[in-house]
């Protein structure tokens, strides 16, 4: 019984681009507002992220932007909590 | 001279966004009575900062509130449209000294940064954030609201550990909107002088001296003298008061009928004065604990706060429209129907009281004499006709440690040939310990549970050595028979004390009204729960102790009487019932098993008198509901689950005003 509980729990998270995409699904206003880091001025909304991702997947080739690294890690955090 | 300056410049992309979070801001801080610079886009220069923060001058006295660039080492403004540093760990000593600081700025409360630099000093406190923080371009509310929401804390009085809770929930609240909610929240780090502070109490303004009179002789001083338990500086109403100042504007005068209305609205007004040479902004606090002998902090719960802005140097300033605390749906106090409500007051470098030391009625009792910025209202008022009886409950207050008290009855005001006696639990009298004096026992009323003790002589009477094991505490029952010789229109007060080796540890008053039975509008009769116009014929030559006398029918509801059917058959919404009776009428709607049931009730109660009073028609001979607004009314309950206040059968669609009155009618 134990190890099938776990195993459904399991099954049952999602990874973060799919997550992601959920979100913006139910989000479009949000997922398009230009988020700034106000030090950097670097400018991302969360559709772009999601784009990227996507990329990423597709392609195996990851973009090495130090901002994007930073935003993406920050994004993946916040699905954690979403 | 300001309370708040607001910084926020516009000259790049990131400040456009920061500075429509400041932009409204100042207006609104308006609006609740401060006063305030905005330093806006090219405003905002090093220069203009200096001259409105430097301690010297004092020009802003409690709040600097920084939207814009910032870093470790300083917090930025512009100067010729670039951004330009304007206070960094070199100026922030001068500028920052006895101010609040709230940033929505990168990195300034890093380790060692400006933040923390500032507060090392003198700053009181800042709150920033420890890595860069992100904004969203384009004009985004809950953004705007989330940053905000700090500033609403503070300028409400509360401290700044319950800003940063606020700001910190705000962020938590929009986590599913944005990441960057939750990017921020993480990076936000307060630090502060000391913990307690509010912009109320710490700030640039010289300290003051604000108190809140314990009676109407208090002036402030510290003991004060005479009777704790009658603020008039608490004044509590049913209604909204259109114009308190004016209405409470005598400060010669006590206000207070006090009565507070279980099961509604409650309004609180406050009056608070100020011994010093400076104005003061007051922050203000209420709480309620059931009617107790001694209302120690533990017993208490949170009402409502408020702020009195300026309150004038020796001068004194009433709660306006805008200052009223409302006590919502005032709760159920259980088998003791009455409240002590208490105030705490806070101004100028004069914080709220500590309350953490009190553990027992004396220190609280001791607390109250020795603090000017706490006020009590430990007190009942009851009408009665001279050779009237009133029954009033109250709790005996024990302690932690076992208790060996007194219980003394002050009657010496009360006229000759007044009936006093109080009810005492059986396991507190200790035989061969506990002993009266000036009272006996009337032992044709002594129970399994209970003795009744009254008083013999007119004056005082007091039942030594009773006991009240640790932890516990009983509830007690005073009643009075009022004197045939009483006069009307006449107050007379009734102190029950609790005393431990002759020291008072709390005490409760009566305030027993004579009202002369035929000089009132409306008489109750207990009996029966209900209040008749004194006229009516049904309350000639009833026993005076079955009957409450009332110049007001809202004072009658209080007590729980509901309007007779006779001669009171009137339209009423459900303000007008009284707590007890619209528990009756809610007990049974939410039992019943059907509509059918529910019809059946109001028929088999209101007959042909009541519908020829009520409707003023003699064809049919009695009352029914309509089978379909019965079934509306079960289909509501079950959508609701249950009813929890009659105002939701009132508000059924459909179901009319008429019916709802024919309902409650019923149960009277
Ligand atoms: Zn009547």
């Known amino acids: 019984m134990k190890s099938n509980k776990q195993k459904k729990l399991g099954s049952q998270k999602k990874r973060p681009i799919e997550k992601l995409e959920k979100w913006v699904n139910e989000h479009p206003k949000e997922a398009d507002l230009p988020a700034m880091n106000i030090t950097t001025g670097k400018t991302f909304t969360a559709r772009e992220v999601l784009k990227e991702l996507k990329k990423e997947e597709k392609t195996g080739i990851a973009t090495v932007d130090k901002e994007f690294l930073e935003v993406k890690s920050n994004i993946k955090k916040w699905l954690e909590e979403i | 001279m300001v309370d708040i300056l607001i910084i926020r410049n516009k000259c790049d992309p990131a400040t456009v966004a920061t500075n429509w979070i400041g932009k409204g801001l100042k207006s609104h801080l308006k609006s609740k009575g401060y006063t305030v610079t905005d330093l806006n886009d090219a405003q905002a220069t090093p220069a203009n900062v200096n001259y409105w923060l430097n301690y010297g001058n004092k020009r802003t006295k409690k709040v600097a509130i920084c939207f814009d660039h910032g870093s470790c080492g300083a917090f930025y403004g512009e100067k010729n449209n670039a951004v330009t540093p304007v206070i960094t760990k070199t100026n922030a000593e001068d500028l920052t000294k006895e101010l609040h600081v709230y940033t929505f700025a990168c990195s300034t409360s890093g380790n060692s940064c400006v933040g923390q630099t500032a507060v090392k000093k003198c700053c009181y406190s800042w709150l920033g954030y420890t890595e860069p923080v992100y904004v969203i371009l384009g004009e985004y509310m809950p953004l705007k609201e989330c940053i905000w929401s700090y500033i609403d804390a503070m300028v409400a009085g509360k401290t700044i550990e319950q800003c940063e809770a606020i700001l910190k929930q ?223 409950n109250f709790r005996i207050q024990g302690f932690p440690s076992k208790t060996i008290c007194d219980i003394e009855l002050d009657a010496k005001a009360l006229p000759a040939g007044s009936s006093i006696g109080i009810k005492i639990r059986r396991n507190m009298f200790k035989k061969g310990k506990t002993t009266l004096k000036n009272m006996y026992e009337r032992t044709s009323r002594t129970s399994r549970t209970n003795y009744w003790f009254y008083i013999k002589k007119k004056g005082v009477g007091i039942i030594k050595n009773l006991e009240i094991p640790p932890g516990n505490g009983y509830q007690s029952t005073v009643e009075v028979k009022l004197s045939g010789n009483a006069q009307n229109d006449k107050v007379y007060p009734l102190r029950i004390s609790q005393k431990i080796s002759g020291k008072i540890i709390g005490s409760v008053t009566l305030l027993i009204h004579s009202l002369n039975i035929k000089q009132v509008q409306y008489i109750a009769v207990k009996s029966s729960h209900l209040v008749h116009k004194s006229s009516c014929p049904a309350v000639k030559n009833l026993n005076p102790e079955n009957i409450v006398p009332y110049n007001s029918i809202e004072d009658a509801r209080i007590d729980g009487f509901d309007w007779a059917l006779d001669c009171l058959n009137k339209s009423f919404t459900s303000k007008n019932v009284s707590f007890r009776l619209a528990q009756k009428v809610l007990r049974f709607v939410n039992k019943v098993g059907d509509s059918k049931t529910l019809c059946k009730k109001v028929e088999d109660t209101l007959g042909i008198g009541y519908y020829k009073g009520g409707y003023g028609k003699t064809q049919k001979k009695g009352i029914s509901l309509i089978r379909t607004t019965a079934n509306r009314i079960i289909k509501r309950r079950k959508e609701l689950g249950k009813f929890t206040s009659l105002q939701q059968i009132d508000e059924i669609p459909y179901v009319g005003k008429d019916t709802f009155i024919d309902i409650v009618n019923s149960f009277k």
Request: proline share 6%; net charge positive.
């Open chain 2, 170 to 392: 705000a962020y938590k609240d929009r986590f599913s909107l944005h990441w960057i909610f939750k990017y921020n929240h993480d990076r936000l780090r307060l630090y502060k002088k000391q913990s307690g502070m509010s912009i109320i109490t710490h700030n640039r303004c010289p300290s003051v001296d604000v108190y809140i009179r314990d009676n109407l002789k208090d002036k402030g001083k510290e003991p004060s003298q005479g009777s704790l338990a009658l603020s008039p500086d608490i004044i509590i109403t049913l209604d909204p008061v259109p114009n308190p100042e004016k209405k409470f504007g005598d400060m010669s005068k006590n206000y207070g009928k006090n009565e507070v209305e279980i099961g509604n609205d409650n309004h609180i007004y406050l009056r608070v004065s100020n011994k010093s040479n400076t104005s003061s902004d007051v922050h203000a606090k209420v709480y309620f604990a059931p009617l107790t002998t001694s209302c120690v902090p533990s017993s208490w719960e949170f009402i409502g706060e408020t702020i009195l802005k300026n309150v004038p140097a020796h001068g004194y300033k009433v709660s306006s429209k805008k200052d009223v605390i409302v006590w919502k749906d005032v709760p159920d106090p259980g088998n003791i129907h009455h409240f002590c409500v208490i105030a705490s007051i806070a101004g100028s470098g004069d914080p709220h009281p500590d309350t953490s030391g009190i553990h027992t009625g004396g220190d609280y009792w001791k607390f109250v004499r020795d603090h000017n910025n706490i006020a009590n209202l430990n007190i009942r008022m009851v009408n009665s006709v001279p050779d009237g009886l009133s029954l009033t």
